[in-house]
Structure formats: C-alpha cells, structure tokens
C-alpha cells in the first residue's frame, strides 16, 4: 500500500506517455530529413506500450485482472516506403533525380501528439488528486 | 473510556468506507493508465461491499459493530459497463474523470467524518474546543 493510492500506475503512465510524445516530436522534427546516419531517408519511429501487472486482485489469484500499469514495450521503425518525388538538384538525389522523403505523414503524427498528451493530462490529474487525498488523510485528527 | 468513540457505528463505517475510497482511486488510477490497453476491463470496488452494506441496513435495523468490522471491500473488474471499442476496453476516460472526482469530495468528507469524531474526544479530555 502507498501513501499516494494508485500512484505507480500513474508514474507508469506518465513515463510512457512523455517516451512517445518524445518519439512524436522526433518524427516530426525529421518530417524532411533525406538522410541518416544509415544514408537513407529518415523513418518514422513507433512507440510500443506493454501492460505491466503491479497486484493481482480477486479472490482465485488469476493473473488475468488487477492492478496494472503500462510501460514502453519498444520503440521499432516503421519500415513504409516514404513517397518519392523528382527533385533532381536535390543533393540527396539518386541518378534518376528522384528523392525518397521520409515516411513521416504530418496529420497522423498531429492526432497522435493530441491523444498522447490528452492521455498525460488525464494521468496528471489523478496524480494531483491522489496527493490532495493524501493531504487530506495525513490532517485527520487536527 | 474512549471505547465508545471508537466502537461507535459511525466511526466504524467512515473507516470502511475510508479504505474503500482509497482502493477505489487506486482502480481509477490503474483504469486511467489502461485507457489504451486493448482490452482491458475497468476496475472498481467489488459491488459486493455495497450491497453487503446494503443489506446489513435493509428494514430500518442498525447493524453491530462487529458485522461493519468484518467487512472489507476488495477490488474486481467491473462487469456492468461494456466494452464500446473495438479492442475490448471498457475505459471511458471522461467517466472516470468523473469518478475521480465523486470519490475524491467522499473523500474530504469521511476524512472530515473521522477528524470531527477525534476531535469531540478531545474536547471532552481536554475541556477546551480544538
């Protein structure tokens, strides 16, 4: 039992959440990155979530239900071909003058920005509310 | 002498209920980090200590202190809401939100409940308001 009810399913959480939108923002800051380190065009990270079981509960002790939290499973590279267009001056040009530009789409990356920090707030705010409830129980008697 | 604040069946019941409410941010918590884990089922304090509560009051009779001693509200999935999505999640988040919030103004109030039971013996050792 903590003192702060529910907070290492919230702390679990957060962490995952800030670990994807890190890997958002880096999909977006690499949207036109034409060549890595591997010499190829960038590709769009994935962040994976794994479910982590912090306390069984019910009587019959079946790990199936409990008290679970959620963690970064992986983080893998999206291996779609990005688009590619003709851009012959374009250093990164192959000798037909066309460019593969990294496969980073700008309106998926957006929506995924707005759920993952949704998400965030929601677990913040049960954050707060477990401290205030703490709080609240450390004053009983006075 | 400070038995009958203790055993009182007021003080007995905010205690229980105290514990309830605390397992029951502890099921928010857990559903609100769950809220995109492909089928996962909401959790929440088993309906069994309400309805066990329930019936311990049913027809007006005062339960003993004893039979609210007994009681201990435990965790399970919640069976009654179902699941709308596609992957089986049954967490909707506005809800708990929601949830979080009922249960943090219960709350306030029991941990309010019990203070003012502490305080009242007080008074009455110390003679004085405190």
Known sequence: MELLSGISATSGALNAQRTRLDVIAQNIANARTTRGPD???YQRRVVSFENE?????????????????VRVAGITT???????ISDPGHPDADAQGMLTLPNVNLAFEMVDLITASR???ANLSVAKN?????MKTLEIGR | MIQPVANSLNYQLARK???ASVLRQEAIATNI???????????DVSSDFASTLRARFAGGTQPRVSEIQSLTPKLAEDSTVRAVRADGNSVEIESELLAMNRNHVDH????????????QLKMAITGRVV
């Open chain 1, 39 to 41: 010499g190829g065009a």
């Open chain 1, 53 to 69: 079981l912090l306390r069984s509960v019910g009587a019959d002790g079946r790990m199936t239900s409990g008290l679970s939290t």
């Open chain 1, 78 to 84: 999206d291996s779609t071909p990005g688009q590619r």
């Open chain 1, 119 to 121: 998400a965030y707030e």
């Open chain 1, 130 to 134: 477990s401290r205030q409830m703490a």
């Open chain 2, 17 to 19: 209920l105290l514990d």
């Open chain 2, 33 to 43: 980090a769950n809220a995109e884990t492909p089928g996962f089922r909401r959790l």
């Open chain 2, 108 to 119: 306030e109030f029991l941990t309010e409940l019990v203070s003012r039971h502490i305080k």
